[in-house]
């Protein structure tokens, strides 16, 4: 292994591979490797990071550089290994060869040429017993700790792939590629792997706390807007409100019950094709009084935006002929088949981001709409034929990952080009650096079941931990759910039990009965209003609306830090309380903020449940105001309208739920 010092890097050359570490922020490393003639300079979303002088230090048998508290090493064999400024090893490429007649059994770092430029690699670390892992984005695979997990790392609904991790070794990894690929935290190594890339390209930085190493990977990937104080509020939606009359009444009826309601949302094909961006004026026939009518109200509206664009729509020919859409590498370019043919627009050309948000601004905008709902972001498809797709960055073996990013993008940067400094929109997908464009990720088509409910809760807390501060998920689900069924009355009691508790507070649904007419006029579920679910339901459902506006200065001091410092609200219990080991395995409770500890029920049928509180603290039972010593399991009860939820150290906030 050649080594050698240039422009502030340790650069290693050998057998055709060429290995840069160079500093990246503060205690941050940044790796890359090639097979290629040269390294790309391509940062994809992350920030620029200030000038930071790294210690290098060559010597035969190993090169070393040093940013701050973290350390890399390579040795004269290849090996790359980390550590802290104190000697503490992080993390180690694991080799099995044992160099014998310099057979390579198992590479570290392994390239298979797939064209001229483009490798499938892999990338081998050693794993350790006692570690755990966090974070990696949303997945409802019901696992908090993602030790012993294969992740896809690919865009889908209810799957968002963000792929930053936590180590309880106290580091955090980005893996820097928005190639289709997947991780491999299992027990005899860990291993990252992409299809098609041109190089290896990862960060690693040291933390004492996991505070500290989300600060960080918050000056990496950046930081949400300040949430305004109506977003803090009460979300209605439903699949689907059919046209301006039905909306309107839903929203006078929250009125004239005087419950609180600060958005309310217009699902999708409220439009005449998919791509054309209007409302279909023979439902919506005066968008300009509906906005004014709710905005006299105190009520937001938001109204949903698909990427899908269909062949028949009045934008398909101009868009196809500037190479605005996403397109296939062979056959018939159509990606989607929901109700008609589609491709979609490609967000990763500036050019197409432009186009979609004039149209916005036109038919949307100018009537006073302001919050977008970004559907079908990851982009959805009817067959995940990645490598027959093509992007205007690239192959979408390459670099489908990075496509909700830009999308979010379009409607950020529309927004600030006209003016707007409270951006707020919903999306289905997320990248690395998606919470600097004001987005609230919610958790896509999930089913109405308790054990989808149980998932949600982990699979918040992780997406949390990577930058997605404004995070939500529908309310009893999407899939399912009879409002006269009991056993749906007793989910979405405790669903409105966690989603008061989570950041943004909304309730969606396709609920039955469902219509079979074809005629997409007819494409709705049955009522999903607060009052839908009778009226013991209603009780508890009213009482939770007025406990979240009870709460509301408090969630936003808390978005206040999320905004200064990249803190999540909503995180696991290990984040406030990193010395208590036993908090790395809870994974059905969490902080809310530094204050409240929430424990939803999450089993059908329970009225009791029990709760750990974690050591550090005393723990004042905000039903009953009993105190207890951290450290310790309880058993606390909970009936249909109690939600175990305590407060920490005596702290005066007015989560009571009953």
Known sequence: ?????????????????????????????????????????????????????????????????????????????????????????????????????????????????????????????????????????????????????????????????????????????????????????????????????????????????????????????????????WAAGFWQCKLRYRTQEELLNVAREYKRRNLPLSVIVIDFFHWPRQGEWKFDSKYWPDPKAMVDELNEMGVKLMVSIWPTVEVNCENYSEMSQKGLLVRTERGVPILATFRGSTTYFDATNPEARKFVWEKVKENYYRYGIKMFWLDEAEPEMASYDFDNVRYYLGNGLEVSNIYPFYYAKAFYEGMKSVGEDEIVNLIRCAWLGSQRFGVVVWSGDIPSTFESLRNQVKAGLNISLCGICWWTTDIGGFFGGDPDDPKFRELIIRWFQFGVFCPIFRLHGYRLPYSSDPDVYHLTGGPNEVWSFGEEAYRIIKDLLFLRERIKPYILEQMKKAHDEGIPVMRPLFFDFPNDKTTYSIDDEYMFGPDILVAPVLYEGARYRKVYLPEGAKWTDANNDKTYEGGQWIECEAPLDVIPVFLRNGAKIPVKTK
């Open 1 to 229: 292994m050649i080594f050698k010092q240039f422009k502030g890097k340790l650069i290693a050359q050998e057998n055709g591979e060429t290995i840069w570490i160079e500093p990246f922020g503060k205690d941050c490393l940044r790796f890359r490797s090639t097979k290629n003639k040269e390294i790309i300079e391509e940062d994809w979303t992350m920030l620029p990071q200030p000038e930071t002088q790294a210690q290098i230090e060559i010597k035969p048998e190993k090169a070393t550089i040093k940013n701050g508290k973290t350390v890399a090493e390579i040795l004269s064999d290849g090996t790359v290994r980390y550590l802290t400024d104190t000697g503490q090893v992080l993390l180690e490429e694991l080799w099995i060869d044992k160099r014998v007649n310099n057979a390579d059994l198992l590479k570290a770092r392994n390239y298979k040429a797939i064209s001229s430029d483009l490798y499938q690699v892999s990338l081998y670390f050693k794993a350790y017993e006692d570690e755990h892992f966090y974070g990696m984005g949303q997945y409802a695979n019901g696992h908090l700790d993602l030790k012993g997990c294969v992740l896809e790392l690919a865009q889908k609904n209810t799957q968002i792939s963000i792929p930053f991790l936590i180590s309880s070794r106290n580091y955090g990894f980005v893996w820097n590629n928005p190639a289709i690929g997947r991780a491999e935290l299992v027990k005899n190594h860990t291993m990252w792997y992409a299809e098609a890339t041109r190089q290896i390209d990862y960060l690693i930085f040291y933390g004492e706390t996991p505070e500290q190493i989300l600060k960080k990977y918050a000056d990496l990937t950046g930081k949400p807007p300040m949430l305004p104080e």
